[in-house]
């Protein structure tokens, strides 16, 4: 499997924390890319970082890319209730294929 | 307002059926897949097509087929369901390498 890893699996905070969750991936990458998940719908997109970038922002969102360790962070800054979501990273090596990791279930209580 | 949509939201079928699962995008995109969801497994692919008529497998192909006679609609055949593939579907499309869209999801059920 191409599939890469997010982690933590889950993470709970309280609002106004900042939330960092990372991934791993396993083959060279074109970009990548974050999507949150709402409980039981769709994935949106979020952010898209190349693989010539080492860090990007959007609005509270800050991505980095390591391509020497194949990895990627997502910090979220002071998070609020309505961020509680599960997270994904997902890549594209040499084709259009587009591969997703495992997630991280967010949860930013009140 | 960009759209990819899918057929049903809920479904339950017996198992030994044909599935057919619908999913048709209104942006002309290339590319559309088709991802299944299971907890603490994150999005698997399926299938990828690249252009219609074109597919191409993904993690997770076996006990599934698919067909994209156009370009704005690609349809995932589970050819005889079983209680394995009782999952949550989500399609998606993009244009080259852009951002993608998805749809709602179909959350499946083979009893």
């Known amino acids: 499997s191409q599939q890469g890893e997010e982690d933590p699996q889950a993470l709970s905070i309280q609002e106004g924390e900042n939330a960092t969750m990372n991934c791993s991936y396993k083959t060279s990458i074109n970009n990548l890319q974050w999507y949150r998940q709402n409980s039981g719908r769709g994935l949106v997109h979020l952010i898209l970082i190349r693989s010539n970038e080492r860090e990007k922002h959007s609005g509270r969102l800050r991505v980095t890319l390591d391509t020497s360790k194949k990895s990627s962070s997502l910090l979220i800054t002071a998070s609020r209730a309505a961020d509680t979501a599960s997270y994904f990273c997902?890549?594209?090596?040499?084709?259009?294929?587009?591969?997703f990791g495992t997630g991280t279930r967010l949860q930013v209580f009140p | 307002d960009v759209k990819v949509t899918q057929s049903s939201r809920y479904l339950v079928k017996r198992t030994g059926e044909k599935v057919f699962l619908e999913c048709v995008q209104d942006m002309d995109h290339e590319n559309m897949f088709w991802y299944r969801q299971d907890p603490g497994l994150g999005l698997r692919l399926i299938y990828f097509?690249?252009?219609?008529?074109?597919?191409e497998k993904g993690d997770i192909p076996e006990g599934y087929s698919v067909s994209r006679e156009k370009k704005e609609r690609f349809s995932l055949i589970l050819e005889s369901a079983s209680t394995n593939q009782t999952s949550m579907y989500l399609c998606?499309?993009?244009?080259?390498?852009?951002?993608?869209?998805f749809g709602q999801g179909t959350r499946l059920t083979v009893v």
């Open positions: 997902a890549t594209d090596a040499h084709t259009d294929k587009l591969i």
């Open positions: 097509s690249y252009d219609v008529k074109m597919k």
């Open positions: 998606a499309s993009r244009q080259g390498r852009a951002e993608a869209f």
